[in-house]
Protein backbone atom coordinates (compact mmCIF):
# COMPACT_ATOMS: atom_id res chain seq x y z
CA UNK A 1 0.00 0.00 0.00
CA UNK A 2 0.90 3.70 -0.94
CA UNK A 3 -0.20 7.02 0.63
CA UNK A 4 0.16 10.20 -0.69
CA UNK A 5 -0.05 13.48 0.77
CA UNK A 6 -0.15 16.80 -0.95
CA UNK A 7 0.77 19.80 0.79
CA UNK A 8 1.55 23.75 -0.58
CA UNK A 9 -1.96 24.96 -2.14
CA UNK A 10 -3.48 28.34 -1.29
CA UNK A 11 -4.77 31.46 -2.37
CA UNK A 12 -2.90 32.95 -5.01
CA UNK A 13 -3.44 36.17 -7.42
CA UNK A 14 -3.38 36.06 -11.56
CA UNK A 15 0.22 35.67 -12.93
CA UNK A 16 1.52 34.34 -9.73
CA UNK A 17 3.17 30.82 -8.61
CA UNK A 18 3.25 27.79 -6.60
CA UNK A 19 4.70 24.97 -5.74
CA UNK A 20 2.98 22.02 -5.24
CA UNK A 21 4.52 18.83 -3.30
CA UNK A 22 3.40 15.46 -3.02
CA UNK A 23 5.28 12.77 -0.26
CA UNK A 24 5.03 9.04 -0.62
CA UNK A 25 4.97 6.44 1.97
CA UNK A 26 4.25 2.90 2.47
CA UNK A 27 5.53 0.56 -0.13
CA UNK A 28 7.39 3.31 -2.64
CA UNK A 29 9.45 0.68 -3.60
CA UNK A 30 6.61 -0.33 -5.89
CA UNK A 31 5.92 3.17 -7.53
CA UNK A 32 6.36 4.00 -10.76
CA UNK A 33 4.89 6.86 -12.96
CA UNK A 34 3.99 9.54 -10.53
CA UNK A 35 1.68 12.47 -11.48
CA UNK A 36 -0.70 15.60 -10.86
CA UNK A 37 -4.71 15.91 -11.47
CA UNK A 38 -7.09 18.27 -10.36
CA UNK A 39 -10.62 18.97 -10.78
CA UNK A 40 -12.32 22.34 -11.01
CA UNK A 41 -15.92 23.08 -9.43
CA UNK A 42 -18.17 20.93 -11.91
CA UNK A 43 -15.54 19.85 -14.00
CA UNK A 44 -14.13 16.30 -14.37
CA UNK A 45 -10.91 15.66 -13.02
CA UNK A 46 -8.27 16.00 -15.51
CA UNK A 47 -4.55 15.21 -15.97
CA UNK A 48 -2.40 18.13 -15.65
CA UNK A 49 1.68 16.07 -15.63
CA UNK A 50 3.29 12.80 -15.21
CA UNK A 51 6.53 11.63 -14.23
CA UNK A 52 8.62 8.47 -14.32
CA UNK A 53 11.06 7.67 -12.21
CA UNK A 54 14.05 8.21 -14.86
CA UNK A 55 11.81 12.26 -15.06
CA UNK A 56 10.57 11.69 -18.23
CA UNK A 57 7.67 14.19 -18.14
CA UNK A 58 4.32 15.08 -19.90
CA UNK A 59 2.20 17.67 -19.30
CA UNK A 60 -1.56 18.51 -20.22
CA UNK A 61 -1.57 21.51 -23.56
CA UNK A 62 -3.60 23.96 -20.96
CA UNK A 63 -0.17 24.08 -18.72
CA UNK A 64 2.78 23.38 -21.24
CA UNK A 65 5.44 26.43 -20.29
CA UNK A 66 3.55 27.10 -17.26
CA UNK A 67 3.70 24.06 -15.14
CA UNK A 68 6.78 22.15 -14.01
CA UNK A 69 6.97 18.59 -12.48
CA UNK A 70 9.78 17.21 -10.66
CA UNK A 71 10.73 14.11 -8.63
CA UNK A 72 13.21 12.88 -6.06
CA UNK A 73 13.35 9.29 -5.79
CA UNK A 74 15.51 9.29 -2.47
CA UNK A 75 12.93 11.43 -1.35
CA UNK A 76 10.14 9.85 -2.76
CA UNK A 77 8.31 12.96 -3.32
CA UNK A 78 7.03 15.12 -6.56
CA UNK A 79 6.67 18.48 -7.09
CA UNK A 80 4.47 20.88 -9.30
CA UNK A 81 5.85 24.32 -9.78
CA UNK A 82 3.12 26.47 -11.31
CA UNK A 83 4.26 29.87 -12.81
CA UNK A 84 2.01 32.43 -14.43
CA UNK A 85 -1.45 31.11 -12.60
CA UNK A 86 -4.73 31.75 -14.43
CA UNK A 87 -7.93 31.71 -12.78
CA UNK A 88 -9.04 28.50 -14.65
CA UNK A 89 -6.13 27.14 -12.68
CA UNK A 90 -8.42 27.02 -9.92
CA UNK A 91 -9.12 23.24 -8.90
CA UNK A 92 -8.73 20.63 -6.23
CA UNK A 93 -4.75 19.36 -7.21
CA UNK A 94 -4.16 15.58 -6.73
CA UNK A 95 -1.36 13.48 -6.37
CA UNK A 96 -1.49 10.25 -8.47
CA UNK A 97 0.93 7.18 -8.29
CA UNK A 98 1.29 4.17 -10.05
CA UNK A 99 2.48 0.64 -9.30
CA UNK A 100 5.65 0.11 -11.27
CA UNK A 101 4.52 -3.85 -11.83
CA UNK A 102 0.99 -3.25 -12.87
CA UNK A 103 0.13 0.62 -13.45
CA UNK A 104 -3.87 -0.05 -13.92
CA UNK A 105 -3.64 -0.09 -9.84
CA UNK A 106 -2.75 3.35 -8.82
CA UNK A 107 -3.32 5.51 -5.41
CA UNK A 108 -4.44 8.98 -4.80
CA UNK A 109 -3.89 12.02 -2.45
CA UNK A 110 -6.28 13.36 -0.59
CA UNK A 111 -6.08 16.75 -2.71
CA UNK A 112 -4.79 20.79 -2.18
CA UNK A 113 -6.76 23.52 -2.96
CA UNK A 114 -5.35 26.34 -5.18
CA UNK A 115 -7.22 28.70 -6.15
CA UNK A 116 -6.24 31.68 -7.93
CA UNK A 117 -8.04 35.37 -7.61
CA UNK A 118 -7.58 38.57 -7.63
Known amino acids: QVQLVESGGGLVQPGGSLTLSCAASGSVFSIGVMGWYRQAPGKQRELVAT???????NYADFVKGRFTISRDNAKNTVSLRMNSLKPDDTAVYYC????????????WGQGTQVTVSS
Open 51 to 57: ITRSSSS
Open 96 to 107: NAAERIDPKFDY
